[in-house]
Structures are given as C-alpha cells and as structure tokens.
C-alpha cells in the first residue's frame, strides 16, 4: 500500500480529531440514542433517528481517519538541513514575474491543504511545478488561463 507524506502538525490535527471523535462525540452520541430511546416508540422518534445518522456519521469518519493514518509518511520538514531546494513541507516564498506579486505557500499533503492559510497540496500544479527547484529559480505553471511565471524568492525550512 502507498503511503502518502504529512506534515508532523498535520498528522497531530488528524490524531486530534480522531481522539475527540472517539473519546468526546461517540459517547455523547450513545448518550442522546440512549435518552431517545427512553421516549418510547422508536419509528416517530425523531431525535433517535437524528442520533442514528449522527452515529453513522462519526463511525464513518474514524474509520477514515484510522485508514488515514495508517497510510501515512510523516515528514518533519524542521529536522532537514535547509539546502535552498523546495522540498515536501518547505514554505516557499515566490513573486509572480508578470505582476510581481509576492506569495507564501507551505508544500503539504493532500488532506492538510488550506490555500485560506497558504498551504497547498504537494499534487498540486503550482507545488508540482516548485519542487526541486531553488531560490532564484524561474518556474512555469501552467494554468487555465494560461502559463504563470513564478520567481523563487526564499526556501524555509519550519
């Protein structure tokens, strides 16, 4: 099975919720279908089926975090030497050639992509087209509207 990079803060938000959905919400959720139940008739109950479904829903999302995890190559990006190369975890600092725009994104793995927080997805165009490459490299991204020239300001290491 292949496993797929995360950041060490992404895998500890993962491990997070898993912990609250198991050890917060699931007896919560047991709580309210027990206290439904307790109302009598169970097929006009309507709070019982809305604990139901909200069971499902939980049990479902465990089981895709624990396959998540379980699949999982943690990177701590702070315990390489910092070489100047973009790699999986770096925060990259770029301008955008035809605007000179500045931007900051951090390279990380699928389920931890954010671009609200400037964190972009290590298959996305933009991370594909920056990886491997070094500070004052120029890169093209191709994109609908055609190809994008970035600029290679900095390479961090967080």
Known sequence: ???????????????????????????????????????GDLKENAEYHAAREQQSFNEGRIIELEAKLSNVQIVDISKLTNNGKVVFGATVRVCMVATDTERSFQIVGEDEADIKVNKISY?????????????????VVQTPDGPVEYEILEVEYL
């Open 1 to 39: 099975m292949q496993k797929h990079p995360m950041t060490v803060s992404g895998a500890e938000a993962l491990k997070n919720e898993l912990h609250r959905l198991k050890f917060v919400d699931r007896p919560r959720i047991v709580e309210a279908i027990a206290t439904a139940r307790a109302h």
């Open 123 to 139: 298959s996305s165009p933009i991370a594909r087209a920056l990886i491997a490459k070094e500070v004052d490299d120029i890169v």
